[in-house]
């Protein structure tokens, strides 16, 4: 009688193991050219374009950009890493996520993005509605574990495994959270170093995960932000590198916002010196940086999973090193600062390309869902993907022709007391007084690139309303502002497209704009809500 009871038993295993078979079989060898691709995102952490950023990555240049897309107008909604990485992950700009600076009362990982944003995050749509297994590694938020938003217990919804470290960017000592559990580092190179830390976890992910899925990876990588430290074997590299000399490299910034007008020009051979040296630590850490994309492509190529996966690297805002005598930072409303990398390769994409094509980091999740067979249009994102772009699908006529950008400056209610001639409202100040915020360094512009026009419209929430326009095709640099030039016409079309832009929500925020043969100008239709709302006086 025993061992006939057992026979239904061995029966329904066997029947289980055949059906597990047939199943993996058929999602697996036999459906291999259906298969849904895989997707891997390497977000740097203040890697510019303009300045000659993506110099020293050469293993990545033609890993991803030679064998594949390589966007040259790829911009940030805010030059600023929590504000840019909340339009990363939700698809919104700024006055839409609510993310406005690198603080938690600046909403960065705070209590309220947790409730309000953080669920509806397109690694959360991926997970929860596409079946995608996911693996993040890396910088999250600037405040990712603080204390009053649920410590590295927290792991964000959407992340099937979780390798996030705790607040902003380090090499050494640090602590990451793993699903949730702490784990502390400290300085030894060969187990510590972060670039290389997430390396190993990003290929171990790519070897313990299920096959039977498809996955997304973020690996969002700490270099080249400060502080800037090498690996041990590329301290020495680039010993005679400096800073380029562009057309904008320690000139005074005429025409422009008071901010940048403060500046002293020329700068001090002292503040030349560090700005040389932070350079050339920059570009150091970049090449653990090109040593992990190698590890990455290298690993999907030997699990045969290269040509079924869109790998895209790009950074959460650019950088300046003098330009226009600023030392050193982000935040600016100019090319070196909102102008980023932008590369992907994958399946019906051409290698060699380049593109021309206006995209910005609000598109990388609508991007990213379309490529999943997720309906972009059932989300509340500001961004569009680009996916018909990169597989030649899209003519530069029928693609969107501006996008914005939005920052909101943070100042001390207080005076530095090593600068008291500059009185409170500035931060980020220099031992020679030159500051790189304040709280009226606060923007918004209209970046238009159309096939008649390569434009940018900006205006501050000042005393002044001061209004900086450039022409990027004459001018690269932006050496001349010409507000006071240019057509009466054109200055009324641009601000009242900045104000539909500043109170656009989803699909609103993907209308023609002023260079688009679609648009239709009705000065008559202003939105009240045009402005900043939000004190950006920053205690310490």
């Given at each position: 009688?025993?061992s006939?009871?057992?026979?239904?038993?061995?029966?329904?295993?066997?029947?289980?193991?055949?059906?597990t078979?047939?199943?993996?079989?058929s999602s697996?060898?036999?459906a291999?050219?259906?298969?849904?691709?895989?997707?891997?995102?390497?977000l740097?952490d203040?890697?510019?374009?303009?300045?000659?950023?993506?110099?020293?990555?050469?293993k990545?240049?033609?890993?991803?950009g030679?064998?594949g897309?390589?966007?040259?107008?790829?911009f940030v909604?805010?030059?600023?890493?929590c504000?840019?990485?909340?339009?990363i992950?939700?698809?919104k700009y700024?006055h839409?996520?609510h993310?406005?600076n690198?603080?938690?009362?600046g909403?960065?990982?705070?209590?309220?993005w947790?409730?309000?944003?953080?669920a509806?995050?397109?690694p959360?749509?991926?997970r929860?509605?596409?079946?995608y297994q996911t693996?993040?590694?890396g910088?999250?938020?600037?405040q990712?574990g603080?204390?009053?938003?649920?410590?590295?217990?927290?792991?964000p919804?959407?992340?099937?495994?979780w390798?996030?470290l705790?607040?902003?960017?380090?090499?050494?000592?640090y602590?990451?959270s793993v699903?949730?559990?702490?784990?502390e580092?400290g300085?030894?190179y060969?187990k510590?170093?972060?670039?290389d830390?997430l390396?190993?976890?990003?290929?171990?992910f790519?070897q313990?995960?299920?096959n039977?899925q498809?996955f997304?990876?973020?690996v969002s990588?700490?270099?080249?932000h400060s502080?800037?430290t090498?690996a041990?074997?590329?301290?020495?590299?680039?010993?005679?590198?400096?800073?380029?000399?562009?057309p904008?490299?320690n000139?005074?910034?005429k025409?422009?916002?008071?901010?940048?007008?403060q500046a002293?020009?020329p700068m001090t051979?002292?503040?030349?010196h560090?700005l040389?040296?932070a350079?050339?630590?920059?570009?150091?850490t970049?090449?653990s940086?090109?040593d992990l994309?190698e590890?990455?492509?290298?690993?999907?190529?030997?699990?045969?999973?290269?040509?079924?996966?869109y790998i895209f690297?790009?950074s959460?805002?650019?950088?300046h090193t003098g330009?226009?005598?600023?030392?050193?930072?982000?935040?600016q409303?100019?090319?070196?600062d909102?102008?980023v990398p932008?590369m992907?390769?994958?399946p019906n994409?051409?290698?060699n390309?380049?593109s021309?094509?206006l995209?910005?980091?609000v598109?990388?999740?609508?991007t990213?869902l379309?490529i999943?067979?997720?309906?972009?249009n059932?989300?509340?994102?500001?961004g569009?993907?680009?996916?018909p772009?990169?597989?030649g699908?899209?003519?530069?006529?029928?693609?969107r022709?501006?996008?914005?950008?939005e920052y909101?400056?943070?100042?001390?209610?207080?005076?530095n007391?090593?600068?008291p001639?500059?009185?409170?409202g500035?931060s980020?100040?220099f031992?020679?007084?030159?500051?790189?915020?304040?709280?009226n360094n606060t923007y918004?512009c209209?970046?238009?690139v159309?096939?008649?026009a390569?434009l940018?419209?900006?205006?501050?929430d000042d005393n002044?309303v001061f209004?900086e326009?450039?022409?990027?095709?004459?001018?690269?640099?932006?050496?001349?502002?010409i507000?006071?030039?240019i057509d009466?016409?054109?200055?009324e079309?641009m601000?009242?497209?900045?104000?539909?832009?500043?109170s656009?929500?989803g699909?609103?925020?993907?209308?023609p704009?002023v260079?688009?043969?679609?648009?239709?100008?009705?000065?008559?239709?202003?939105f009240?809500?045009?402005?900043?709302?939000?004190?950006?006086q920053k205690?310490?």
């Amino acid at each position: 009688m025993g061992s006939n009871r057992s026979f239904p038993t061995i029966l329904l295993h066997c029947l289980l193991i055949c059906v597990t078979l047939w199943s993996n079989l058929s999602s697996g060898v036999f459906a291999k050219s259906t298969r849904r691709p895989n997707i891997v995102l390497i977000l740097t952490d203040d890697l510019d374009i303009a300045i000659g950023g993506l110099t020293p990555l050469t293993k990545t240049k033609k890993l991803i950009g030679d064998a594949g897309i390589s966007f040259t107008n790829a911009f940030v909604a805010s030059p600023l890493c929590c504000p840019s990485r909340a339009s990363i992950l939700t698809g919104k700009y700024p006055h839409n996520h609510h993310v406005i600076n690198n603080t938690l009362e600046g909403n960065c990982s705070s209590k309220a993005w947790q409730k309000s944003e953080e669920a509806h995050t397109f690694p959360a749509l991926l997970r929860t509605y596409t079946g995608y297994q996911t693996f993040f590694a890396g910088k999250y938020l600037n405040q990712y574990g603080h204390s009053e938003a649920g410590g590295v217990e927290h792991v964000p919804p959407g992340w099937s495994y979780w390798v996030g470290l705790e607040k902003n960017s380090k090499y050494y000592n640090y602590t990451l959270s793993v699903n949730g559990k702490a784990e502390e580092h400290g300085a030894d190179y060969s187990k510590d170093y972060l670039t290389d830390v997430l390396a190993n976890r990003s290929l171990d992910f790519l070897q313990y995960k299920s096959n039977y899925q498809p996955f997304f990876m973020m690996v969002s990588i700490p270099a080249p932000h400060s502080p800037w430290t090498a690996a041990p074997q590329y301290q020495n590299s680039f010993n005679t590198t400096k800073a380029p000399r562009d057309p904008n490299f320690n000139v005074h910034g005429k025409d422009k916002h008071w901010l940048i007008r403060q500046a002293k020009t020329p700068m001090t051979n002292s503040s030349v010196h560090v700005l040389d040296d932070a350079f050339r630590k920059r570009w150091r850490t970049l090449l653990s940086v090109d040593d992990l994309v190698e590890k990455i492509v290298k690993s999907l190529e030997v699990r045969a999973e290269l040509d079924n996966t869109y790998i895209f690297f790009t950074s959460d805002n650019g950088y300046h090193t003098g330009q226009f005598s600023l030392p050193l930072d982000k935040r600016q409303l100019y090319e070196f600062d909102i102008r980023v990398p932008l590369m992907v390769r994958g399946p019906n994409i051409k290698p060699n390309q380049t593109s021309q094509m206006l995209v910005a980091n609000v598109d990388l999740g609508p991007t990213i869902l379309d490529i999943a067979g997720y309906n972009v249009n059932k989300t509340q994102m500001d961004g569009m993907s680009f996916l018909p772009v990169m597989e030649g699908k899209m003519n530069s006529s029928s693609w969107r022709t501006d996008i914005l950008v939005e920052y909101e400056g943070e100042g001390s209610n207080v005076s530095n007391p090593a600068c008291p001639l500059l009185g409170p409202g500035v931060s980020e100040c220099f031992p020679d007084c030159v500051c790189e915020d304040s709280y009226n360094n606060t923007y918004a512009c209209v970046r238009t690139v159309a096939p008649s026009a390569n434009l940018q419209y900006c205006e501050f929430d000042d005393n002044e309303v001061f209004v900086e326009v450039y022409n990027v095709t004459a001018d690269p640099f932006q050496l001349t502002n010409i507000a006071k030039t240019i057509d009466q016409e054109v200055l009324e079309k641009m601000n009242h497209r900045l104000m539909m832009l500043q109170s656009c929500s989803g699909q609103s925020c993907r209308t023609p704009g002023v260079y688009d043969s679609r648009y239709k100008f009705d000065p008559r239709q202003m939105f009240p809500n045009h402005g900043w709302r939000l004190s950006r006086q920053k205690t310490k």
